[in-house]
């Protein structure tokens, strides 16, 4: 099991930009897929991005390629997502993720291991 913990959320105004971080603990976080998931109000959790374990293979929501960027950090057992040019539209719960493989980010409820969540609000 990996034990998640994201840090980064707030409020930000449309255009602008924000880095969330999720530490993680655990022996097994260099050899897990770690990725996003978000969470508005009324919504269904929706996958945002994914990278593997060494980091070469990354996944993206279409509505946020080329504006958000998924990096980690083996050596820190962090995983990062910078966000720029956010919408409104990017409002939600932002959960850090952590499971086997990328192909277990297809669907929540296949992914092993949750953080808790940071909010991120973007302002028209």
């Known amino acids: 099991q990996v034990q998640l913990v994201e840090s980064g959320g707030g409020l930000v105004q449309a255009g602008g930009s924000l880095r969330l971080s999720c530490a993680a603990s655990?022996?097994?976080?260099?050899?897990?897929?770690m990725g996003w998931f978000r969470q508005a109000p009324g919504r269904e959790r929706e996958f945002v991005a994914v990278?593997?374990?060494?980091?070469?293979?990354?996944y993206y929501l279409d509505s946020v390629k080329g504006r958000f960027t998924i990096s980690r950090d083996n050596a820190k057992n962090t995983v990062y997502l910078q966000m720029s040019s956010l919408k409104p539209e990017d409002t939600a719960v932002y959960y850090c993720?952590?499971?086997?493989?990328?192909?277990?980010?297809?669907?929540?409820?296949?992914?092993?291991?949750w953080g808790q969540g940071t909010q991120v609000t973007v302002s028209s």
């Open positions: 990278i593997d374990w060494s980091g070469s293979i990354t």
């Open positions: 655990g022996r097994t976080f260099s050899r897990a897929a």
């Open positions: 993720a952590a499971s086997r493989n990328t192909n277990e980010f297809r669907r929540a409820t296949d992914v092993a291991s």
